[in-house]
C-alpha cells in the first residue's frame, strides 16, 4: 500500500497472484451453477441452457433469411415478387431469438438468486464468527459494503459468464466458419483478426483501469464508513457542535472518490474510443472485400447484405463483451473483498471434540488466569477466584483494571493466555460455544438495542417467546408500566442504537431480554450504573430475586449495589488484592475502604447540592 492507502500497482507476481485469487473466487461459484441439492434447480439450468442454444441458432440463421429476401428483390432477377413467406420468417426468428433471451434469464433468475442468498448468508453467518477483536478493528460500514457489492458481483458473474461471454465467443467462431466456407478465408481472417485485436485491446486497457476502480471503490467504502460512523454518533456530534467537522470529513472523503471517479471516467472514454476504431477499421475492410466481390459478380448482393448482418451481428454484442469484461473485472475486484473476509480465520474455534456444556450445578471457577490483549501490556495477572453455585459475588476496582475483560473472557470473547476458567469442572474452551453463550446471560454496560419494537428487543432474549413471557421479563425489570404508558406500548420503535430511550430504560429492556433468557449463569457488567438511585433500588430488588437460584457475577463501579454480595473480589492493575464480604473489607481498611469512603462522600455532597 501507498502512505496514502491507495494500491500500488502489482509487478508481475502480484498480478499472478491476483489472478490466483480471481481463479479462486471464481471455482468458489462453480457449484452454484449445477446445484446437486436441488433437483429443480438443475432442471432450471439445463432449461436456460436449451434456449440459449435455441436463441443463439435463430441469430445464426437470421442474416440467410435476409440474404434470401434481398435477392428476391434483386432486379436482375426476371421476376420480381414480394418474398412475403422469407419477411415474415425474418421477422418470426428475430422475435423467437429475443424470446429464448428473456426465457432464459426467467428460468435462471432462480438459480442466480438462490445463489446469492446462499453466499450472503454464509458470508453474513462466517462474520458473527469472527473473534470480537475483529469487529473491534474493523468499520461496520466498510463491512457492510463489501458484503453488499460481493452479493452484487455474484449475481452478475453467474449470469453473464455463463449466458454472455462463452456463447459470444462460440457464435463468432460459428460466423468466421460460416464466412470462410460461402466465400473466402480472407473473410474469416480479416473478421478473426478485428476481434482478437479489440478482445486483446478490451482486456489489457481493462487490466489497467481496473486499480482506478479499486481506488474508486475503496474511496466510496471510506466516504460510506464516515457518513455511517457520524450517523450512529449523532447526539455526540450535537453535544460538540460539530456538524461542520464532521461535514468537512465526509467532503474530504467524497473528494477523494470525485477524484478517483473522474480518473476512472477519462479511462473509460480511452477504452470505448480504441473498441470503436478496431471496430469501425475491421467493418471497412470485410465491407470492401465484399463489395469487389459484387462487382466481379462473384457474389451477390444478398450475400453483401449476409456479411454486412453478420458483422453488425457480432460486433455489437461483442461491443457488449467489452462492457461485459469491464464489470466482470469489476465484479471480480467487490467478490476479492468478499473473500478475503470469507478467508479471515475465527480467533476463537471449538475444538474437534468439544461438546455441549452440561451445567450440573452453575459453579464458575478461575484458575490463575493471565491474559494480554497486546503481549506488551498485561491486563490480568493470576486471577483465581470461585463463584460457588447459587451465590452472589461482585467484582469491583478502578476503571482499568480489568472487571469487565473478566466477563469477557468467561463469555470466552478471548481465550485466557494461561490458566484456565471452569464451569461445573469443564474447562470452557472443551466445550462447544454456543452451550456456552446459552448457559450465560450478560448485561453490558452500555447497552445498544437493534432498530426495531420494544417487543423485539425483548423477546431477544428468547426468539419465539410469548407475549406473555416478555411482559412478565419486563414487569421483573421493572419497565412494563413505563412501556404500557406509552402510546404505541411494546410496538414502539427504540430507534438507532436505541436513541429514543433513555439509558436507565435502555438498560431496563437489557435486564428484561436476560431475564427472559433465562440462563443459570448471570454476569451484570455494571447493569445499573445508568440508572437512577431509585429505579437502581428497584433492580436491585429483581436481581435479587432471581439471583437465588442463579450463579452471579456482578461487575460494578458503585459499589452501594454489591454490598449484600456474598464475596467481594477488589481487582487492582489485574490482580486481585482483597477478598471477603463488605463489613470484612471496611474493618481491613484497604483499598475497598477507601474507595467507600470516596463514594460516600461524593453521594452526600450530591445530596446536599440537592
Not at 446445484?35 to 432449461?47: G, M, Q
Not at 459453579?363 to 477466584?385: C, Q, W
Request: glycine share 6%; with cysteine; net charge positive.
Amino acid at each position: 500500500m501507498s502512505r496514502r492507502g491507495r494500491p500500488i500497482t502489482p509487478g508481475p507476481a502480484g498480478r499472478r497472484g491476483r489472478l490466483i485469487d480471481e481463479l479462486r473466487a471464481l471455482r468458489a461459484l462453480a457449484p452454484h451453477l449445477w446445484p446437486r441439492d436441488s433437483l429443480e434447480l438443475r432442471a432450471r439450468v439445463a432449461l436456460a441452457l436449451t434456449f440459449l442454444v435455441a436463441g443463439r441458432g435463430i441469430n445464426i440463421a437470421v442474416p440467410f433469411l435476409y440474404k434470401h429476401a434481398v435477392d428476391a428483390l434483386t432486379p436482375a432477377r426476371a421476376l420480381i415478387t414480394v418474398p412475403t413467406a422469407l419477411i415474415v420468417a425474418y421477422g418470426l426468428a428475430r422475435v423467437m431469438a429475443l424470446g429464448c433471451n428473456d426465457l432464459r434469464n426467467a428460468a435462471f433468475a432462480k438459480v442466480t438468486q438462490r445463489a446469492v442468498r446462499r453466499l450472503a448468508l454464509k458470508a453474513f453467518r462466517h462474520v458473527h464468527t469472527l473473534a470480537l477483536r475483529f469487529h473491534l478493528e474493523r468499520r461496520t460500514g466498510g463491512l457492510a459494503r463489501a458484503i453488499e457489492r460481493g452479493t452484487a458481483g455474484i449475481e452478475f458473474l453467474l449470469t453473464f459468464l455463463l449466458f454472455n461471454i462463452v456463447p459470444t465467443l462460440l457464435e463468432i467462431a460459428i460466423a468466421c466458419a460460416i464466412l470462410w466456407r460461402l466465400y473466402s478465408w480472407t473473410f474469416a481472417a480479416v473478421t478473426a483478426v478485428t476481434i482478437v485485436l479489440y478482445v486483446g485491446f478490451t482486456f489489457l486497457v481493462t487490466d489497467w483501469r481496473v486499480r482506478f476502480r479499486r481506488d474508486m471503490n475503496e474511496r466510496n467504502s471510506e466516504a460510506n464508513t464516515k457518513a455511517i460512523d457520524s450517523l450512529l454518533n449523532f447526539e455526540t456530534v450535537k453535544y460538540f457542535g460539530n456538524e461542520e467537522h464532521e461535514a468537512r470529513r465526509y467532503d474530504a472523503a467524497l473528494a477523494a472518490y470525485e477524484h478517483a471517479a473522474v480518473k476512472s471516467e477519462a479511462t473509460l472514454a480511452v477504452l470505448n474510443l480504441g473498441q470503436g476504431l478496431i471496430v469501425a477499421t475491421g467493418l471497412v475492410g470485410v465491407m470492401l472485400l465484399a463489395g469487389r466481390g459484387v462487382a466481379t459478380r462473384v457474389m451477390t448482393i444478398g450475400d453483401f447484405v449476409l456479411v454486412n448482418a453478420y458483422l453488425i451481428q457480432l460486433y455489437t454484442p461483442l461491443n457488449f463483451l467489452g462492457v461485459v469484461y469491464r464489470n466482470i473485472k469489476q465484479s471480480l475486484a467487490d467478490l476479492e473483498q468478499m473473500t478475503a473476509l470469507m478467508a479471515v480465520q475465527p480467533e476463537i474455534t471449538d475444538r474437534p471434540a468439544a461438546r455441549p456444556l452440561k451445567i450440573t450445578a452453575g459453579t464458575v471457577a478461575f484458575h490463575h488466569v493471565d491474559f494480554a490483549y497486546d503481549r506488551r501490556r498485561p491486563i490480568l495477572s493470576d486471577v483465581d477466584f470461585r463463584v460457588p453455585a447459587g451465590m452472589r459475588v461482585a467484582l469491583v476496582g478502578p476503571s482499568g483494571a480489568g472487571k469487565s475483560t473478566v466477563a469477557r473472557l468467561l463469555f470466552r470473547f478471548w481465550d485466557v493466555g494461561s490458566g484456565a476458567i471452569e464451569i461445573d469442572g469443564q474447562d470452557i474452551r472443551s466445550v462447544t460455544q454456543d452451550s456456552l453463550r446459552r448457559a450465560i446471560g450478560v448485561v453490558p454496560q452500555d447497552t445498544v438495542l437493534f432498530n426495531d419494537t420494544i417487543f423485539y428487543n425483548i423477546a431477544y432474549g428468547r426468539p419465539g417467546a410469548s407475549r406473555a413471557a416478555v411482559e412478565e421479563a419486563a414487569r421483573m425489570a421493572r419497565i412494563h408500566e413505563f412501556v404500557a404508558d406509552l402510546p404505541d406500548g411494546y410496538d414502539t420503535l427504540v430507534g438507532e442504537r436505541g436513541l429514543k430511550l433513555s439509558g436507565g430504560e435502555k438498560q431496563r429492556v437489557a435486564i428484561a431480554r436476560v431475564l427472559l433468557k433465562a440462563p443459570p449463569i448471570l454476569v451484570f457488567d455494571e447493569a445499573t450504573s445508568a440508572l437512577d438511585t431509585r429505579t437502581e433500588r428497584e433492580i436491585q430488588a429483581s436481581l435479587a430475586e432471581i439471583a437465588v437460584s442463579r450463579t452471579t457475577l456482578m461487575i460494578a463501579h458503585r459499589l452501594s449495589t454489591i454490598i449484600d454480595a456474598d464475596e467481594i473480589l477488589v481487582l487492582d492493575a489485574g490482580r486481585i488484592v482483597e477478598r471477603g464480604r463488605h463489613r470484612e473489607l471496611l474493618r481491613e481498611g484497604g483499598v475497598y475502604a477507601a474507595m467507600w469512603a470516596r463514594q460516600q462522600q461524593s453521594e452526600r455532597r450530591a445530596e446536599a447540592t440537592v
